[in-house]
């Protein structure tokens, strides 16, 4: 609808009421010149000291800022003669220092009765602030929308507004919390100092922040980083308060399980080695200071290994779970209980007696405990196992002060292998003679791994005689040419050889020289029909490819296998009695004889005697040593040959050292020897010139 009037000749009041107005009013004629203006347009057009009448907004007269808004308002002025009613524009400009000004400006049109243009009124008002304000308040809504949890209030501390973060975390949606306190949120765990505290800072600094529990609208209590700010008038006087804070409880459960995987076992959940070695260190601090004793028990299941493979690694974990809940139920609250490795668990005592003997006392009676809980059977998967300890302890005195984490270990471990030396499924105090021989063990183990590359390794030989004196051959005997330690004999060696595995290379050494040799007798008429026997460890006969790797050293050398001997002993035989019988029948057939070696020794059944292709018994040299002042000696070495003659094998005996001796055996029926009264283990070119010279004198 159009606004026609005849006239715009304003009243004098309302002049007065034009010229009072704050907003910048004026009035254009049809083709756009200014018939009327107040003080606030004149103003805004810097049209005081000029004459205003019949100019525009492109008058030079007019500020610069001004005239170039020309062209846009005569654009704004078309736009509402053609509407023809009122219509509201949003206008900028800058002034000539740079700042921006924004303007909501009213036009409207009035026409003539029949239609003309007449007047157009326009009322512009600035809304610089207003608008400034405005896009403050989007920002700050969006800044209170963040990821933070955001709550305000008044200085009563009732809740005024809260953000969507604040409902995902507390649970209280907008509706529940606003008008109640925000004690809505306390969980309780906080006494009143901490609150006083946190309002004492409120009231100076105007600022607080810190952790804090909280709990939420379902009752789970929470840590929460918490900052509050109190917003107060020029003045001091507080009018709000805005608090902001974030969930922590994620952050302390990520820390809390990065904790449990650095610090304790996974599938016990006791403490690891790094955590227990961590209270070790303190706990010989306090042993030290407070002249106290202490205990470390070192404790490693009997046979789990086997259980483990037999049963599967399941089963295993729980057993190893079962045997953590019974070592906790053994010991103090204020005790350790850790799982170190595998199978192996340690138990720290503190604050035992301050007398040595009252605090072995106390120790032996863990020991105890720990053996009965042990042994009792664990049900498992529906079966009944049975897997007892083998218990070290290590006492620990303020008289060592010296003594680190480490070494403590070290000597309960090195009591636990005498407990397991002394049969197992019992416990023994640390023994410095026992660690100094494992220490020993160790350093040659380390040091064997060197000793076939540097060509260290030798081969003695000492001869099998027959009656009569003549050589039929010889036994060869491992030493080793050790660099700082001289020559070393196989008792020294032997056995750590067979636990790091490393017998199946020096075996194979032995065997490949021993063919070698007999191929290189071959041509001499002397030595030419002698035999050698090579012993053959547990570890080297259980090989799958041990038949192989002899007839692969038997084709490799030329050598013949009617002159080998493998020297085997009777619980090798009855490991796997159907395996061994396969091997030997296989390594028969090469012409290879087989004797038994430490025979009477054994415990074992002598059945497999009749099953076995065995050419040869050897007397073990513990009945020979005694054979011509113990009756009972005498009578198993007559019975050992009686049995062999009547199986149609042959006795050698070993250890003769005495002509007495050999007198004794040849009376029993024996007819080969070996011993320190014929020869002792010589190197192969004294052992070829007692050949030689054997020969010469017979």
């Given amino acids: 609808m159009q606004i026609s009037y005849d006239s715009v000749e304003l009243c004098e009041p309302l002049t007065s009421l034009f010229a009072a107005i704050p907003d910048a009013i004026f009035v254009k004629d ?50 509402v003669w053609r509407l023809g009613e009122l219509h509201v524009f949003e206008e900028q400009h800058t002034d000539s220092a740079g700042n921006l000004h924004e303007y909501e400006v009213h036009k409207v049109p ?17 809304v610089t602030d207003r608008k400034l304000a405005e896009r403050n308040l989007r920002v700050a809504d969006a800044a209170i929308e963040s990821q933070e949890a955001i709550v305000i ?43 006083k505290a946190m309002w004492k800072d409120l009231t100076e600094k105007k600022f607080w922040q810190g952790e804090i529990w909280d709990k939420r609208k379902n009752g789970q209590i929470y840590l929460k980083w918490l900052s509050i700010t109190a917003v107060a008038e020029p003045e001091g006087k507080v009018h709000n308060y805005v608090g902001s804070f974030t969930d922590l409880s994620e952050q302390k459960d990520a820390k809390e399980a990065i904790y ?60 190893l779970i079962e045997t953590a809940h019974r070592l906790k139920s053994c010991v103090r609250d204020g005790d350790t209980v850790a799982r170190i490795g595998g199978d192996e668990f340690v138990v720290m005592l503190e604050g035992l ?115 009569g004196g003549k050589i039929s051959g010889a036994e060869i005997l491992l030493r080793w040419e050790h660099a700082q330690r001289g020559l070393m004999l196989p008792d020294e060696f032997i056995s750590i050889a067979e636990e790091s595995g490393l017998i199946l290379t020096i075996g194979e050494w032995v065997l490949r020289t021993a063919c070698k040799q007999l191929k290189s007798w071959e041509a001499n008429p002397q030595t030419c029909q002698l ?10 006969f259980i090989q799958p490819d041990f038949v192989e790797l002899v007839y692969k050293v038997l084709d490799e050398t030329g050598a013949k296998g009617t002159l080998l001997k493998l020297e085997l002993t009777e619980s090798l035989m009855l490991h796997d009695v159907e395996d061994t019988i396969n091997k030997m029948t296989a390594l028969s057939s090469l012409g290879i004889h087989f004797s038994i070696d430490d025979f009477g020794t054994g415990y074992s059944s002598l059945s497999y005697l009749t099953r076995l292709p065995i050419s040869q018994l050897k007397i073990d040299q513990s009945f020979v040593l005694t054979i011509d002042t113990n009756p009972n000696d005498a009578i198993v070495v007559q019975t050992i040959i009686g049995m062999a003659n009547n199986l149609g094998l042959n006795v050698i005996a070993e250890g003769v050292e005495t002509e007495s001796q050999r007198a004794c055996l040849e009376k029993y029926g024996c007819t080969f020897y070996q011993g320190y009264l014929f020869s002792k283990a010589v190197s192969l070119a004294e052992f070829e010139k007692m050949v030689s010279k054997t020969i010469k004198t017979t």
């Fill in 353 to 467: 007696s301050h007398d040595a003997d009252q605090a072995i006392q106390q120790a032996e009676v863990l020991s105890k405990k720990i053996l009965k809980s042990l042994n009792q059977p664990f049900m498992i998967g529906g079966d009944s196992l049975l897997c007892t300890p083998s218990i070290g302890i290590k006492l620990l005195t303020a008289t060592v002060p010296s003594e680190t984490g480490d070494e403590v270990l070290k000597r309960a471990d090195a009591a636990m292998y005498q407990a397991k030396s002394a049969g197992r499924n019992t416990f023994r105090f640390f023994d410095a003679e026992v660690h100094s021989r494992l220490e020993n063990r160790q350093s040659i183990a380390l040091n064997l791994r060197n000793a076939l590359p540097e060509n260290q390794l030798r081969l003695h030989y000492q001869a099998q005689v027959e009656l």
């Fill in 260 to 319: 449990q995987l650095a610090f304790y076992d996974p599938l016990t959940n006791l403490p690891n080695r790094r955590l227990f070695q961590e209270r070790m260190a303190l706990t010989l601090s306090h042993i030290a200071r407070n002249l106290y004793h202490g205990a470390v028990f070192m404790i490693d299941l009997d046979n789990f290994k086997l259980i483990n493979d037999t049963k599967g690694h399941a089963i295993g974990d729980l057993l």
């Fill in 30 to 79: 049809c083709e756009g010149y200014w018939r009327s203006i107040n003080d606030a347009a004149r103003t805004l057009f810097n049209s005081h000291d000029i004459h205003w009448i019949k100019r525009n907004n492109n008058s030079g007269a007019m500020c610069t800022e001004i005239c170039t808004m020309y062209d846009q308002c005569l654009a704004d002025d078309k736009a």
């Fill in 110 to 126: 009035i026409f003539h009765k029949n239609g003309q243009h007449k007047t157009l009124v326009i009322i512009g008002r600035e």
């Fill in 531 to 540: 035999q050698l026997s090579v012993n053959v460890s547990a570890r080297q």
């Fill in 153 to 195: 209030t008044d200085a009563d501390n009732h809740i005024l507004r809260v953000n969507s973060a604040f409902t995902r975390m507390t649970g209280y949606g907008a509706e529940e919390a606003i008008g109640k306190t925000t004690s809505l949120l306390k969980s309780g765990r906080h006494d009143k100092a901490f609150y």
